[in-house]
């Protein structure tokens, strides 16, 4: 197994079924809601690459969905007074994570090829200026996309990844890549660490986790459907490093070491 290798995370069936439920028609509400809101962001046009409105429509899609957000630790995800972008590293469950960090502060993301080619969703991505690898590609071009966030950092622009490279149904689950942590060494960036996660009527949930082979569609209309669902993110205080496979474990023990909750049926790491 090399640094480059991906974890096969979690299989869909790790993915609850929400409990309790909203009704049917508090379904089609927020349904309606959610297509009003991403209708909104799609005429904004480019100018949705803008912090605040990219925060407002992140906050948006949420409240739509009717999914709650807590916000612990920093009230930012880039570091204030920084020369450099901030490389901030989160653990990944679900396609519903990049919004909720989005929600705290409107950063780039790295993210996975196919997210570009979801409808609507994929053309907001873009706009809002993410940035698309392939999961699963040849190991050859990852220096590549280590080079260009670490040029982006060394830019000032700060951006998200889930060093995981895939999804799992909690917090505690898979390894950290160390690749990606090497743009943060060679620009001399500092390094945020975030916990993601999801609780419903305040016990830990994986309803939101959007896993293995599973259609979005399904697990829209899963977050959809739950009552009382809630996303809590936990931003640690930054670090810097010039090693990366150091930077990459002291990132790892920060997301699970503070309120990582783990959730039953976890795969072991």
Request: charged share 20%; net charge positive.
């Amino acid at each position: 197994m090399t640094p480059w290798t991906v974890d096969r995370g979690c299989p869909a069936s790790c993915a609850a079924d929400p409990d309790p439920r909203v009704p049917l028609g508090e379904l089609a509400r927020r349904y309606a809601a959610l297509t009003y809101s991403l209708t909104r962001a799609v005429a904004r046009g480019d100018r949705l690459a803008e912090p605040a409105a990219l925060r407002a429509e992140a906050r948006a899609v949420l409240g739509a969905l009717g999914v709650g957000l807590e916000v612990a630790g920093d009230d930012r995800l880039s570091v204030r007074g920084a020369a450099v972008g901030t490389l901030v590293v989160a653990n990944h469950i679900s396609w519903l994570d990049v919004i909720a960090l989005l929600a705290v502060e409107p950063v780039s993301v790295l993210a996975k090829r196919e997210v570009g080619q979801w409808p609507v969703i994929g053309a907001l991505a873009r706009r809002a200026g993410t940035r698309f690898i392939d999961r699963d590609g040849s190991p050859r071009e990852l220096p590549g996309i280590v080079a260009e966030l670490r040029e982006a950092l060394r830019g000032g622009a700060s951006v998200v990844v889930f060093p995981q490279a895939t999804t799992w149904c909690s917090a505690s689950g898979g390894r950290f890549r160390r690749a990606v942590f090497q743009a943060a060494v060679d620009a001399g960036a500092p390094v945020r660490p975030a916990t993601v996660e999801y609780r419903q009527s305040g016990a830990p949930s994986t309803a939101a986790a959007f896993l293995g082979t599973e259609e979005f569609t399904a697990s829209l209309r899963r977050v959809a459907g739950a009552r009382e669902l809630g996303g809590r993110v936990t931003v640690h205080a930054p670090m810097w490093g010039t090693d990366r496979r150091e930077l990459a474990a002291a990132a790892r023990r920060a997301v699970l070491g503070a309120g990582a909750t783990p959730v039953p049926n976890v795969p072991a790491v």
